[in-house]
């Protein structure tokens, strides 16, 4: 059995290439997510307007602040960057570490619920979905998305936890492991409630959106040039959406299945082969849906093209898009049935 002594030889090289290269694409997702969310909130009132932004401009800050996190609380400590600042200041950085990476996976998980409702309800619901989405009790969601990662992120508070050095890196440990035990079952029940859930979401409103527009190309299969025009557009926000629905289970399902590997069928992981794994999934998790937005959405890419060009006016003049992306069927629909991924447990 492989331990933490005795890795091979190799693993040092492919552990630093693995390493630079997914920082150098962290510290550029984390500006270009920054700039949507500057987007967004500007332009929460016209192009980017409803419940759909409201909840994807927070889960999409959490993503931000998470990879943030990962870093100067995981990666830098690991390969032994600042260890005297680290020290000094006791565990005191780790165990922030650790109640930021849980609250913001708690915020992840259910904003990926809540965004697959919100689209699952305009695709399938479509007559109501305005009302259910614009009713009084609609901004309790938000309660929802950030407040079952808030208890989670809390209840470690009251622990202690360590640092374990390791070929010259600091990696943050539990003290009480009988708690970090029991507190990984927990996580683990919750988390494959949530990736069930919104598997069971995406398949039903991917079946339900596909019939739908199968029946209305059948009724305008003898139409005009102008609907058969409409017909290639709805198709080809069909293909999006499969896209988007397909990369998104994909991202879930796959760090789903790694952690429940790493802390459930195979616990002797070594730590620095654990946490390389853990960083290269976080990164992509939390980077997906950044890109998903400037990949899929034209308003998007047009707004950010703007701003990259005309630094000093784009901001200023940053303007509605001509195509208002309310619609259920809008190519903006990447609304992205879940352009997020699954919560998952953080490491220990």
Known sequence: MVTNTTLP????????????????????TIPVGLLEIFILINLR??????????????????DMISLLNNYFGCVFPAKGYFTDLYLSQ??????I?????????GIQGCTVVALALNRATAVCLPIKHKRI???KYSPLIHVFQIG?????????FSQSFHWK???????VQFDNLTFRSHFFIAANIIESFFVALIIIINITMLMYFKKKYRMRTISLAKGSAH??????????????LTIVAVLTCGAEIAYYIYVIYVFGINTNVPTRVFYMWYDIINDIYCGLSCWLLIIYSRSMRSHVLRILRFPNRGCLQLSPSEHHPSSATNPEILKKSSIRRMDLPTPC
């Open 133 to 135: 989405w614009h009713s």
């Open 97 to 105: 570490y650790l109640v930021v990476a849980w609250t913001s996976r």
């Open 165 to 171: 050095v390791e070929n010259d890196g600091l990696y």
């Open 9 to 28: 030889f190799w693993f040092d090289h492919v552990e630093g290439v693995v390493s630079y290269t997914f920082m150098i694409a962290t510290f550029i």
């Open 148 to 156: 079952i990662g808030a208890c989670v992120g809390l209840s470690l």
């Open 45 to 62: 009132n016209t192009t980017y307007k409803g419940m759909f932004y409201q909840i994807f401009i927070i889960g999409l800050t959490v």
């Open 90 to 95: 006791g565990v005191l950085v780790g165990k």
């Open 227 to 240: 609907n058969h025009k409409i017909i290639s557009e709805k198709q080809r926000q069909e293909n999006n």
